[in-house]
C-alpha cells in the first residue's frame, strides 16, 4: 500500500486561474480531510468528505470546493487563485474518527 | 473557538540533553491531543496521542487540563530526533477535523 497518494507534486498557476488538486486514500480509508499549509505555520483544515459528502468546513470561502468519488478518491477545487492561496496542500485520510495519514503535499505557488 | 498554541518557532539542544517543546491549546469542549512529526523530506505522521499514554521513541506527553497544555518531552535527545513538530487538538462534534499549532523545530546537535 503506497498509503496516502496526492498528485501533481508541484503546480505553477497565474492569479485568477482555477486548479484542481488530486488525493487518493490509503487503502481501505474512506474518510478524506484537506488542509493549507502556508509557508511558516501548522496545517489549517479546509474541509472533510466522507461518503461523498462534506462533513465538515473550516474557514475558508466557498473559492474552495472539494468532491468525493465512490472509490473515496477526492479532489479539491480553488477557483479564481490570489497570490495568498500559495501554499502546501494535504490530504489525509482515516476511518472515521481514526488516526489520520497524511500524503505528500502538493506545492501550489500563484503568480 | 479552538486554538492551539505553541510558542516555541525553533528548540536548539545538544544531543544527550532533554528536550521539552511546549503545547497550549483553548477549547471549550473535552480535547483530544496529539503530537505530529515532520522528518526532513517526509510527510507528516503521529508521534502521539494523549489517550493511548504511550511513549514512542521515548517522547512522552501528559495532557495537563489545569494548565492546557500538553508538552511533549525526552529525556536525552538524539540527532535523529531533528525534525518539525506540531500539536494538534482534534474536534469531533463533526468528523475528526484537526486544528494545528504553528509547529516548532527541533534541531539535536552532536
Known amino acids: 500500500d503506497a498509503g496516502v497518494t496526492q498528485s501533481p507534486t508541484h503546480l505553477i498557476k497565474t492569479r485568477g486561474q482555477q486548479v484542481t488538486l488530486r488525493c487518493s486514500p490509503k487503502?481501505?480509508?474512506?474518510?478524506v480531510s484537506w488542509y493549507q499549509q502556508a509557508l511558516g505555520q501548522g496545517p489549517q483544515f479546509i474541509f472533510q468528505?466522507?461518503?461523498?459528502?462534506?462533513?465538515q468546513r473550516g474557514n475558508f470561502p466557498d473559492r474552495f470546493s472539494g468532491h468525493q468519488f465512490p472509490n473515496y478518491s477526492s479532489e479539491l477545487n480553488v477557483n479564481a487563485l490570489l497570490l495568498g492561496d500559495s501554499a502546501l496542500y494535504l490530504c489525509a485520510s482515516s476511518l472515521p474518527f481514526y488516526e489520520q495519514y497524511f500524503g505528500p503535499g502538493t506545492r501550489l505557488t500563484v503568480t | 473557538a479552538q486554538r492551539v498554541t505553541q510558542p516555541e518557532k525553533l528548540l536548539s539542544v545538544f544531543k544527550g540533553a532533554p528536550v521539552e517543546l511546549k503545547c497550549n491549546y483553548s477549547?471549550?469542549?473535552?480535547?483530544?491531543l496529539f503530537w505530529y512529526v515532520q522528518y526532513s523530506r517526509q510527510r507528516l505522521q503521529l508521534l502521539l496521542r494523549h489517550i493511548s499514554r504511550e511513549s514512542i521513541k521515548g517522547f512522552t506527553a501528559d495532557l495537563n487540563k489545569g494548565e492546557t497544555s500538553f508538552h511533549l518531552k525526552k529525556p536525552f535527545a538524539q540527532e535523529e530526533d531533528s525534525a518539525m513538530y506540531y500539536c494538534?487538538?482534534?474536534?469531533?462534534?463533526?468528523?475528526?477535523?484537526?486544528?494545528f499549532g504553528g509547529g516548532t523545530r527541533v534541531l539535536v546537535k552532536p
Open positions: 468528505y466522507y461518503e461523498e459528502e462534506e462533513r
Open positions: 487503502s481501505g480509508h474512506d474518510t
Open positions: 494538534a487538538l482534534e474536534f469531533k462534534a463533526a468528523g475528526n477535523k484537526l486544528t
Open positions: 477549547y471549550s469542549g473535552s480535547p483530544e
